[in-house]
C-alpha cells in the first residue's frame, strides 16, 4: 500500500502514509485484547428473531430496535406466528421504529417467504438472504456473521467512519470498505473485526467529536484531527 493523500493543495500538499500490515495487526491484537468475544447489541432469540431484529435495525438504533422487540418476540418467535399477527399487527408493536410501515410490511413478507421458499428456516447463504424482502447486503452480512459465525463484516455508518478516518480502509463506498477489510484485516481477527470496529465507531470514533484520548489504536490512527483530552 503506497502513501495517502489527505486534503492535499497544490501549495500544501499532505501525504499521509498507509498503515502498515504491522500497524493493522497490532490495530486488531489491541481490540483482541481489550474485548476478546465482542458482542453485537440487538437481543434476539433466535436465528429468525436476528434476522428480524437486523432488518428493523435500519435507519434505528439499538436500544430503540430492542425496546419494541422486547413484547413483539415474546408473541412472534417464529415466521408462522409473525405472520399470524399480520402486518397491522406488527406495525403495533414495532411503531416507535422509524419507517414502521414499511418495515412491518417486509417482516410480514420475508416471514412468508422463509415459510415457502425456506421451510421456515434462515438460510445461510448470502444470496438466499439477500432474495427476502427488506434484506440487503448489511443485513445478510450481520446475519451470517451473529448468526453463523461467518467471517463476514457489515459496513454501517459507524464501520464506514473508522475504516476512512483511520486509514485501515478509506473507500468512497460500503462496498469499497468491506472489500479493503476483507483483504487487510488479519485473518485471525476477522470473525469479530465488524463487532470491533463498528463498537468502537459507536462509542470512541464518533462523528462529531472522537474520543482519541480514550482510543486503544490511537497510536496508529492516521486521522489528523485526534481531539485532546479534556481538561
Known amino acids: 500500500m503506497g502513501p495517502t493523500r489527505i486534503n492535499a493543495t497544490p501549495s500544501s500538499p499532505a501525504v499521509v502514509k498507509a498503515l502498515t500490515k504491522a500497524e493493522i495487526e497490532a490495530m486488531f491484537a489491541a481490540f483482541a485484547a481489550r474485548d476478546p468475544e465482542p458482542k453485537g447489541e440487538l437481543e434476539y432469540v433466535n436465528l429468525f428473531t436476528l434476522l428480524v431484529a437486523v432488518v428493523l435495525s435500519a435507519q434505528a438504533t439499538d436500544v430503540g430496535v430492542n425496546k419494541a422487540t422486547r413484547p413483539l418476540f415474546k408473541v412472534a418467535d417464529t415466521p408462522e406466528k409473525m ?26 413478507a420475508l416471514s412468508q417467504a422463509l415459510i415457502d ?12 438472504l439477500e432474495a427476502l424482502p427488506g434484506v440487503g447486503r448489511k443485513t445478510a452480512n450481520v446475519v451470517l456473521n451473529i448468526g453463523f459465525g461467518q467471517p463476514t463484516i457489515a459496513v454501517d455508518t459507524h464501520l464506514f467512519r473508522v475504516g476512512n478516518r483511520t486509514l485501515l480502509a478509506p473507500g468512497k463506498t460500503p462496498l469499497e470498505v468491506e472489500k479493503k477489510l476483507e483483504k487487510r484485516v488479519p485473518k485471525p481477527y476477522l470473525l469479530h473485526a465488524h ?25 496508529w490512527c492516521r486521522y489528523p484531527a485526534k481531539t485532546a483530552a479534556e481538561s
Open 83 to 108: 405472520v399470524a399477527l399480520g402486518e397491522d399487527g406488527i406495525k403495533d408493536y414495532i411503531k416507535t421504529i422509524g419507517l414502521y410501515r414499511n418495515k412491518a410490511k417486509n417482516v410480514y
Open 117 to 128: 421458499k425456506h421451510e421456515s428456516e434462515v438460510p445461510d447463504s448470502r444470496e438466499a
Open 195 to 219: 463487532h470491533w470496529l463498528i463498537l468502537h465507531g459507536r462509542y470512541i470514533c464518533k462523528a462529531r467529536k472522537p474520543a482519541c484520548d480514550r482510543c486503544i489504536i490511537s497510536q
